[in-house]
């Protein structure tokens, strides 16, 4: 079992940047993929970006593609998620997730398809 803890959220202005952490307690991290979802008010949650468990396989939603960046250090079992040139319409808690097991290449992105999530940590930007 791994726990998650998102933080490095905040309020920022438009065009701004911040940097996400997800930082996990429990098994080795470098037995999960992980993912970064958002959820802003009265919609549903959805995919940002993920990363495979090597780190080598990376995707994005074409939302945020060429803002985004996601890196993990497994050593010290945190994932990154660097977001750049933020819009009002990133506004949303944003949260990571864990698949345990997945093949050493896989990117996961279905919501469904993750079996642990952190708390999340909300993302505001201002225009």
């Known amino acids: 079992q791994v726990q998650l803890v998102e933080s490095g959220g905040g309020l920022v202005q438009a065009g701004g940047s911040l940097r996400l952490s997800c930082a996990a307690t429990g098994r080795t991290f470098s037995s999960y993929a992980v993912g970064w979802f958002r959820q802003a008010p009265g919609k549903e949650r959805e995919f940002v970006t993920a990363i495979s468990r090597s780190g080598g396989g990376i995707y994005y939603a074409d939302s945020v593609k060429g803002r985004f960046t996601i890196s993990r250090d497994n050593a010290n079992y945190t994932v990154y998620l660097q977001m750049n040139t933020l819009k009002p319409e990133d506004t949303a808690v944003y949260y990571c997730?864990?698949?345990?097991?997945?093949?050493?290449?896989?990117?996961?992105?279905?919501?469904?398809?993750?079996?642990?999530w952190g708390q999340g940590t909300q993302v505001t930007v201002s225009s």
């Open positions: 997730a864990a698949k345990l097991y997945a093949n050493l290449h896989t990117i996961v992105t279905g919501k469904n398809d993750y079996n642990y």
